[in-house]
Each structure stands twice: as structure tokens, then as C-alpha cells.
């Protein structure tokens, strides 16, 4: 059994790796009658001279068995790589009272050596081998239950001041700015366009200029935040303004492909029963998985919940990711049985391409930034983990250009508008016989 839980703390160091953003900045973390061997703390690519430093506070421990004796040796901090994970289980397995503050796999931080009550506990440790870590707590005397609060601090040297960004994300401040500013001239470019072609503009247009809009902010608030935490160990509060624009965002894309998926402004000015009730499913849905981020991003993997609100996290973005094709497929399957009976076979098969088109995207897009970036991120060397963000943002800045040029307020738009003379017996046949649009 507890071999098996250290193959559970493995799969959660894999799934913390592939988890955007970062546990790096200075913390404050309140344990409270923990008998966990293992606590996770934090995870930082370190560069060399980085360093590690650790204040206990209000230490005291308790348990259910009258005649234990703790002996405060057993509890301490250390770091441990990802690769050296395998070998402490299999260190483990062979030999006899074996404490994992004792393996010479972990770089020890801190080992409590005496108890003085309503002391303070300060230990550091510096980084001459440079890789990414994770800080745990270590209690080799699980009958034990132990409350504390910790302080973690840590941190690269760079022109001889304190980095506490990890190695792999130092150039995320200056990749945030950049999308910024893309997202910016975006923005102005589509209003631009809103304003030339007023004529055309619908309502979907204003929810996407809104959309253009947020995510600009989003990514002007991440950028701050990384500088601020680089320069100072804590975000100053451009965290929670990220979160906010980052919960609008959310909301406001889900729902600006839902409607579009249904045609709602292009097909049709109205939305049936069961479309409203996807909407009215997946909204909530998206306020749900935002409040499951910002846990999972405040509290870190030290919380004895954490765990559940990462699966939460994950299960919620899986379903609402599901429940954006069905708006889609209702679309193309309406357009198809149309096109055999209003008499508008080009018109349709317009449409049909453009919804066929627009459903591979949707799927090739939730698929690369759900499954393919979280990968390169958990396989990436650690020096480079920012290219998992440049990823996952050029992705969504491809898929925004595609929405925003196919759908743009246009009229002349060869996938909303098509002449009727265009409209041909040969083209009603190819909307018979071809079944490439068959889900």
C-alpha cells in the first residue's frame, strides 16, 4: 500500500508538469493535522546559484496512539527530480525503515532535528545542479498528524538579483506582451471592419469584438503578473484581474462557438429549445472549471483537496469541450436535409462547406490545446517549458483569424451569400451523392 501511494505521487508530479502556469512565486501555506508521508509543495526549474529557502512557523504534531514517541529527525523538507521518483519506490521496497528523508536520491533542505515549542524553523539550501525540482515535506512517522505554516521561497540569481520566475518561463512576461499587442491591433482591426461594413454588422459581431477584447486584457494582466513575480515573488494583485478577464474569456468563447455553431445571426436570428440548453449547460459549466482553476492555481498540490479539484477541472473542460459539437452537428444536418428541399442547393452547400470546415477546426483546435500542449509540456526539457504557452496562445490566435475572417461582417461574403444564378441541378446532385459532410 504504500508503495502504492508513492506511484500515486508520481502520477501527480506528471500531472502537475503538464499544468499551466506556475506554483513559483514566494507562499504562505497552512498544514493543519496532516499525516501524509509525502506533502507536495511546489515545482521550479532551477539555473545554477538558484536557491531554496524554507521558514516554519507554529510547528506542533498530535496522534491517536498513546504510546508513540515522535522523533522530530523523521520530519524535514527535501527536493527530488521527476526521473529520481522511480528510484526512491524501488529504494524503498528494499530497504528495511526506510525514510524517505534518508534516501540519497533527495536533496535534503531541512530536517527538524529538535523540537522547541512557539519557535521558528528557517532552512535554505543552494541549487549546484541545475534542473527542475519539486519541494516536498517528508513525515517518516505517518502516525503522526503535524500542523504548521510554511513559507517557501524560491528562486534563480540573474545580474545578481533574485528571479522567482523557474528557468523554463523567464521569457513568458515578453510572450504575453506580444499577444497583447497582436490581440490589440486585432481588435482595432475588427472594429474597423464593423464600422466600414455597418450594414452587415449582427449581434454575434459585437460579442466578438467583446471577446477580441477580453483576451487582450487577459493577456496584458499575465504579463504583469509574471514580471511582477519575477521581480518581486508575489503578483501584486494582476493575479486576480488575469482570473477575472480569464473567466470572461472562457464564458465569452464557448459561447461565441456555440452560437456560430448553431447559426444563430448567419442561419437563423433565433435559438431552438435544445440549443438554448446547451448554452445554458455549459455556462455554468465554464464558471465552475474557472473557480476549480483558481483553486487548483492558489492552493497548490500541498491541500489535501487538491487532487479533486484537478480532476474536476479536467472533467468539466471535457464536457464542456463535448457540448460545443453538438450545436455544429445539429447545423450541418439541418443545411444538408434543407439543401434537398428549398430549392437553394448552392446556397447550402456554401454553408455546409463552411460548417464542415468550421466543425474540423473547433475539434482540431480543442484537441491540439487539451491534449497535444499539455504533452509538449510534461516532455519538454524544463528550460523551454514557455514553448508549451507559445503553443497553446499561436493556436488560439489561428483559430480566432479563422472564426473571425470566415464570419466577418462582410457583404459580399462568398460563404453567406451566393447568387441565384449560381444555383444548379449539378450541384443539388454532389449534395445527394457525396457523403463527405456524414458525421
Keep these: 500500500?504504500?508503495?502504492?501511494?508513492?506511484?500515486?505521487?508520481?502520477?501527480?508530479?506528471?500531472?502537475?508538469?503538464?499544468?499551466?502556469?506556475?506554483?513559483?512565486?514566494?507562499?504562505?501555506?497552512?498544514?493543519?493535522?496532516?499525516?501524509?508521508?509525502?506533502?507536495?509543495?511546489?515545482?521550479?526549474?532551477?539555473?545554477?546559484?538558484?536557491?531554496?529557502?524554507?521558514?516554519?512557523?507554529?510547528?506542533?504534531?498530535?496522534?491517536?496512539?498513546?504510546?508513540?514517541?515522535?522523533?522530530?529527525?523523521?520530519?524535514?523538507?527535501?527536493?527530488?527530480?521527476?526521473?529520481?521518483?522511480?528510484?526512491?519506490?524501488?529504494?524503498?521496497?528494499?530497504?528495511?525503515?526506510?525514510?524517505?528523508?534518508?534516501?540519497?536520491?533527495?536533496?535534503?533542505?531541512y530536517r527538524i532535528e529538535k523540537f522547541v515549542p512557539n519557535s521558528t524553523y528557517a532552512g535554505s539550501v543552494a541549487i549546484d545542479d541545475p534542473d527542475e525540482y519539486i519541494l516536498l515535506f517528508g513525515n517518516c512517522q505517518p502516525e503522526f498528524q503535524v500542523s504548521m505554516d510554511v513559507k517557501t521561497e524560491m528562486y534563480n540569481m540573474k545580474d545578481g538579483a533574485k528571479d522567482y520566475l523557474p528557468a523554463g518561463e523567464t521569457h513568458l512576461p515578453k510572450l504575453h506582451l506580444i499577444f497583447f499587442l497582436i490581440y490589440t491591433c486585432f481588435f482595432g482591426l475588427w472594429v474597423y471592419i464593423c464600422i466600414k461594413e455597418r450594414q452587415t454588422v449582427d449581434k454575434i459581431h459585437m460579442i466578438m469584438a467583446a471577446l477580441l477584447l477580453v483576451k487582450a486584457l487577459k493577456m496584458i494582466c499575465a504579463s504583469e503578473d509574471k514580471m511582477y513575480v519575477s521581480n518581486t515573488g508575489t503578483p501584486h494583485g494582476w493575479d486576480v484581474a488575469f482570473y477575472i478577464f480569464g473567466f470572461f474569456k472562457g464564458i465569452m468563447l464557448f459561447t461565441v462557438i456555440i452560437l456560430i455553431g448553431t447559426g444563430w445571426s448567419f442561419l437563423k436570428p433565433y435559438l431552438q429549445e435544445r440549443e438554448k440548453n446547451v448554452l445554458m449547460t455549459v455556462i455554468p459549466l465554464q464558471v465552475l472549471e474557472n473557480i476549480a482553476y483558481v483553486v487548483i492555481n492558489e492552493t497548490g498540490p500541498s491541500t489535501r483537496d487538491w487532487m479533486a479539484w484537478n480532476h474536476m477541472f479536467l472533467l468539466i473542460d471535457i464536457i464542456c469541450c463535448c457540448a460545443v459539437f453538438f450545436p455544429i452537428i445539429w447545423s450541418i444536418r439541418s443545411l444538408k436535409e434543407a439543401s434537398k428541399t428549398d430549392g437553394k442547393a448552392a446556397k447550402n452547400l456554401e454553408k455546409l462547406t463552411l460548417f464542415k470546415q468550421f466543425y474540423i477546426v473547433v475539434v482540431g483546435y480543442l484537441y491540439f490545446t487539451r491534449i497535444v500542449v499539455p504533452a509538449i509540456g510534461a516532455t519538454v526539457y524544463y528550460r523551454y517549458e514557455w514553448i508549451m504557452n507559445a503553443a497553446a496562445e499561436g493556436a488560439s490566435l489561428a483559430f480566432y483569424m479563422f472564426i473571425f475572417y470566415n464570419f466577418r461582417p462582410v457583404e459580399k461574403n462568398p460563404y453567406l451569400v451566393i447568387d441565384d444564378e449560381e444555383e444548379s441541378e449539378a450541384v443539388r446532385q454532389i449534395l445527394e451523392e457525396d457523403d463527405s459532410f456524414e458525421l
Design 1 to 109: 500500500m504504500e508503495h502504492f501511494k508513492y506511484y500515486m505521487l508520481y502520477a501527480l508530479f506528471i500531472i502537475i508538469s503538464s499544468i499551466p502556469g506556475s506554483f513559483s512565486e514566494i507562499k504562505n501555506t497552512h498544514i493543519i493535522d496532516d499525516s501524509r508521508s509525502m506533502i507536495i509543495f511546489e515545482r521550479f526549474g532551477f539555473a545554477e546559484g538558484g536557491k531554496t529557502a524554507i521558514t516554519i512557523r507554529d510547528i506542533s504534531w498530535k496522534t491517536k496512539q498513546p504510546n508513540a514517541e515522535l522523533k522530530p529527525s523523521s520530519l524535514g523538507f527535501f527536493l527530488a527530480r521527476d526521473i529520481a521518483f522511480p528510484k526512491i519506490v524501488n529504494e524503498s521496497e528494499y530497504t528495511a525503515d526506510f525514510c524517505v528523508l534518508s534516501s540519497r536520491y533527495v536533496k535534503l533542505v
